[in-house]
């Protein structure tokens, strides 16, 4: 009867050894997925804050190139006015050599008559 009440012991010893072992097994599980979850988490947080940063950056360009777009066609007027006021000017000059011809002509046959 000792026999088998050692055996039953030695039995009951490996049941709780075995049971420890697999509530270990399973603590370790859960313990890798917890951490696994939590990694995941924080690159799902790190994406986010990416995007984020991304959406920032591309509403900033489409301000700046709207900003470019703005400044040549400010550019363009500006070249335009440059042309007209040159024209403009290249033609007072021009004017003004006729002018000066005619009275350097006139100064000539003046001092000629006289």
């Given at each position: ?43 799902a947080k790190l994406v ?19 900003d470019i777009e703005a ?39 003046g001092s000629k008559g006289?």
């Amino acid at each position: 009867m000792i026999e088998w009440q050692i055996i039953l012991g030695i039995l009951g010893g490996l049941t709780g050894v075995v049971a420890l072992v697999v509530e270990a097994l399973r603590t370790r599980r859960v313990a890798i997925v917890a951490s696994a979850a939590t990694a995941i988490n924080g690159y799902a947080k790190l994406v986010a804050s990416l995007q984020a940063e991304i959406e920032g950056y591309k509403r900033r360009l489409e301000l700046m190139q709207a900003d470019i777009e703005a400044l040549r066609r400010l550019s363009e007027a500006e070249r335009l006015t440059w042309r007209t006021e040159r024209e403009r000017l290249e033609a007072r000059i021009a004017d003004l050599e006729r002018q000066n011809h005619k009275l350097l002509e006139r100064l000539e046959n003046g001092s000629k008559g006289s």
